[in-house]
């Protein structure tokens, strides 16, 4: 691999659940998009996937216990973007007023 890669902190909350505008506010990040939880959900599962590759990265660069805990931590929040995403197509089908 040619080049050096920094790897660094990860981007997004360091916990499942954290509060997203408490994040936001700690690295002074600004949400700019407004729309349905759909499309929300959908930049959410693009900046987990985009952190996940930056961690796999990180890992393949030098594997340590760290860098191996960022990426289980960035498959978590993927994991939890789709399970919302599931969540809310359920709910969809079952209060169509609710699209």
Same mark, same amino acid.
């Given at each position: 691999?040619?080049?050096?890669? &920094?790897?660094? !902190?990860?981007? $997004?909350? =360091? @916990?499942?659940?954290?509060?997203?505008?408490?994040?936001?506010?700690?690295?002074? *990040?600004?949400?700019?998009?407004?729309?349905?939880?759909?499309?929300?959900?959908?930049?959410?599962?693009? &900046?987990?996937? !985009?952190?996940? $590759?930056? =961690? @796999?990265?990180?890992?393949?660069?030098?594997?340590?216990?760290?860098?191996?805990? *960022?990426?289980?931590?960035?498959?978590?929040?993927?994991?939890?973007?789709?399970?919302?995403?599931?969540?809310?197509?359920?709910?969809?089908?079952?209060?169509?007023?609710?699209?």
């Amino acid at each position: 691999m040619s080049g050096a890669v &920094r790897c660094s !902190a990860p981007t $997004a909350p =360091a @916990r499942v659940g954290e509060n997203q505008s408490s994040y936001e506010s700690k690295v002074g *990040a600004v949400n700019t998009i407004s729309g349905s939880l759909r499309d929300e959900l959908g930049v959410d599962f693009s &900046r987990a996937c !985009a952190q996940l $590759a930056e =961690a @796999r990265l990180c890992q393949d660069v030098k594997d340590t216990s760290a860098n191996r805990a *960022a990426v289980v931590e960035c498959w978590t929040r993927v994991d939890a973007v789709l399970d919302m995403y599931l969540l809310d197509r359920q709910l969809r089908e079952v209060e169509p007023w609710a699209q």
